[in-house]
């Protein structure tokens, strides 16, 4: 898939507001600092489609972009640590629950991944939360320019393991780097072959 166009469509706290759900949609989300704004700017060949920020917590809106009038990205608000308050965490935690849950065009979530370190409770947890709600999602790592072949190899086998302790199968892994574009194709290749089906089922 080439991505000729892609535009910012509309930011709000309400799934309710977000646009008309007749196109395939993309969710795109991972602990604060993961490089979730950079992965998306990778993808779309768009420096600055998704803004990018080295503070944590910087997307705190549901943030959609309307890709070659035919599909939509959403740019989700990281969870983990963000220097927030409890309260206001809470508030994201229930925004982002809600859309995940009642978006009926929500084809599949990426959930994006440190592929530098070692598997973390809170990632592991969110992606139980998105298997016991029946919420399809694939992984992505990221920032995996910072560290050898072998070393991501590493990472992704020890991800395998610790899921396979407590899921049946593992959903497929892709493996990202924003600064040399690896993965770019196979993600969009997986988002074009779930358009199609999309498509034929609607």
């Not at 196109?23 to 989300?29: L, V």
């Not at 899921?167 to 892709?174: C, H, I, L, R, T």
């Amino acid at each position: 898939m080439k991505i000729k166009q892609a535009d910012f469509v509309i930011s709000n706290t309400n799934p309710t507001l977000c646009p008309k759900p007749d196109k395939p949609e993309y969710a795109f989300i991972g602990r604060s600092n993961v490089g979730k704004s950079s992965l998306i700017n990778m993808l779309t060949g768009r420096h600055n489609l998704a803004k990018t920020s080295q503070t944590p917590g910087k997307t705190q809106l549901i943030n959609h972009f309307i890709i070659n009038n035919e599909w939509y990205l959403v740019d989700l608000p990281g969870y983990g640590f963000a220097k927030v308050s409890k309260m206001e965490r809470e508030k994201w935690e229930q925004m982002i629950n809600s859309y995940l849950m009642d978006r009926s065009n929500l084809v599949c979530t990426f959930v994006l991944i440190d592929g530098r370190i070692e598997p973390q409770k809170i990632d592991l947890a969110f992606m139980e939360w998105l298997g016991e709600h029946g919420i399809p999602f694939v992984i992505i790592f990221t920032k995996t320019e910072k560290v050898g072949v072998n070393a991501i190899q590493q990472s992704v086998s020890r991800y395998r393991k610790t899921m396979l302790q407590t899921w049946s199968e593992v959903p497929q892994m892709f493996v990202s780097s924003s600064v040399s574009g690896r993965g770019k194709e196979e993600v969009l290749a997986y988002i074009d072959e779930l358009n199609q089906e999309f498509k034929q089922a609607n």
